[in-house]
């Protein structure tokens, strides 16, 4: 009795299942064959969909790029032979820190990315990985294919520096190799040598203290700094994450030293700008760094 | 939809833009309705809606955060959340429509130096990219 109706269970589980799966192949070709999907690149994807490209793209990236062996990225020539290549091949579809993509980057679906903050979201290896390798369903292509890796890796280089390069400082770049005396661009500094202050900011500054100096000086009338009471200013950028915010005021990398120097004196750091001089001094400029940049 | 973006920053008028694809149709009577409503849905889409679309396809959201746009956002520059509010664009101009789609159509000839590049966006789209951003409180 038990058994015959276990074995009816299965039976009917079975069935449902057979149906089910017709119907879904059943459906999916009426819909492939209708022409109904919207191909154009113009139309987003839907959420789920992206949210499984990217997780893919990642988890894949991630684990194909294991073990690649980096060269050293900090050398100035393979820095400069990068950045010839990176105008060659990125500026169109991922622009420059004040170079804008071009028609074809913007009609691209998806979006490809600005590179100035990639080094928060790749590290070396996985981005030489996908200069070389391209990307499936993101239109990435393979750069590797027919040429040696030494230019994917000068490219790498680059876009690892490229995380520190004004607006302003890649004009210069630009300006220095298509200069026709090759001694100018021989003579440019392609490797960064200021100091962005992370150590001094772990030295010199406290969170806590930062904290109380924003709600003092009044930062919060202006701008919405999560964690500090009555900070809920709308006239300036939220604050919120700037651990992740790349560019300062527009015009300068967001890093501790530059943030400081930005907060004693704002007008001498970006003439016409709206922000005042709220009168921190450079001691009390470190603690409010170091409070921001635990924002995230 | 994007010839209707082109219809609606020349106020064109929303049926002369559906009346440019008769093939679907044609194609089976039983299509025509569903036709019918999903062409006017996407032609009745209003200012704010276009411009949402807009600040995706040009990645305006892959270096700010705009709430509502579609795709991945990013951290480059400000977050544009609360836009209606904000007092000035850039740290250098009022924020009033007009000085945002000035701002938008050529960054570098208002703050030199800066990050933000000129995408190429008419006047029009921009237009449409404002309409949206100011409604965000």
Redesign the interface.
């Known amino acids: 009795m038990l058994l015959t109706h276990k074995a009816t269970v299965w039976k009917v589980s079975l069935v449902t299942l057979l149906v089910a799966a017709v119907i879904g192949v059943v459906g999916a070709t009426v819909y492939i064959y209708s022409g109904f999907y919207d191909i154009?690149a113009?139309?987003?994807h839907t959420g789920p969909v992206?949210s499984v490209l990217?997780t893919t793209a990642r988890n894949s990236v991630e684990r194909h790029a294991r073990g690649v062996e980096i060269p050293n990225l900090a050398d100035a020539k393979l820095i400069r032979r990068g950045f010839e290549l990176y105008q060659e091949l990125c500026v169109v579809c991922h622009?420059a820190?004040?170079?804008?993509?071009s028609?074809i980057?913007?009609?691209m679906n998806?979006?490809?990315?600005?590179l100035?903050?990639a080094v928060?979201y790749w590290k070396a290896e996985e981005i030489y990985w996908i200069i070389e390798h391209g990307l499936k369903m993101a239109g990435m292509p393979a750069f590797g294919i027919g040429v040696s890796p030494h230019n994917s890796w000068a490219l790498t280089a680059f876009v690892m520096r490229l995380s520190s390069i004004?607006?302003?400082e890649y004009a210069r770049m630009a300006a220095a190799v298509s200069d026709p005396d090759p001694r100018v661009a021989e003579a440019f500094s392609w490797t960064r040598h200021e100091d962005p202050g992370w150590t001094t900011l772990l030295a010199r500054g406290d969170a806590e203290e930062g904290r109380q100096l924003i709600r003092e000086l009044g930062c919060g009338t202006?701008h919405?700094v999560p964690g500090v009471l009555g900070a809920t200013g709308?006239?300036?950028?939220?604050l919120?994450?700037w651990s992740?915010?790349?560019?300062l005021?527009?015009?300068q990398m967001n890093t501790p030293a530059l943030l400081v120097d930005w907060l004693v004196d704002p007008l001498a750091f970006?003439p016409?700008?709206?922000?005042p001089d709220v009168g921190a001094s450079e001691t009390e400029a470190w603690h409010i760094a170091r409070y921001l940049y635990t924002l995230d | 939809?994007?010839s209707c973006v082109a219809m609606r920053s020349t106020s064109a008028t929303p049926t002369r833009c559906c009346a440019a694809r008769p093939s679907w149709a044609l194609r089976s009577r039983i299509l025509t309705i569903p036709a019918l409503v999903v062409g006017l849905a996407a032609c009745t889409e209003s200012r704010e809606e276009l411009g949402r679309e807009l600040l995706?396809?040009?990645?305006c959201?892959?270096?700010h955060?705009i709430p509502g746009a579609?795709?991945?956002q990013?951290?480059?520059?400000?977050?544009l959340?609360?836009w209606r509010?904000?007092?000035?664009i850039?740290?250098?101009l009022l924020n009033t429509p007009d000085e945002l789609v000035r701002w938008i159509v050529d960054p570098?000839a208002i703050?030199p130096?800066?990050?933000?590049?000129?995408?190429?966006v008419r006047e029009g789209e921009a237009g449409l990219m404002t309409a949206y951003l100011f409604t965000l409180e």
Do not use: F
């Open positions: 154009a113009a139309e987003p992206r990217r622009g820190p004040g170079v804008a993509k028609r980057g913007i009609g998806p979006n490809p990315p600005p100035e903050d928060n004004t607006p302003v202006c919405r709308r006239n300036a950028p939220p919120d994450g992740r915010r790349h560019y005021a527009g015009i970006k016409g700008t709206a922000m | 939809v994007n995706s396809t040009y990645g959201v892959s270096c955060q579609v795709g991945l990013g951290w480059v520059g400000p977050s959340e609360g509010e904000r007092r000035y850039a740290g250098r570098p703050s130096g800066t990050a933000m590049p000129n995408l190429g």
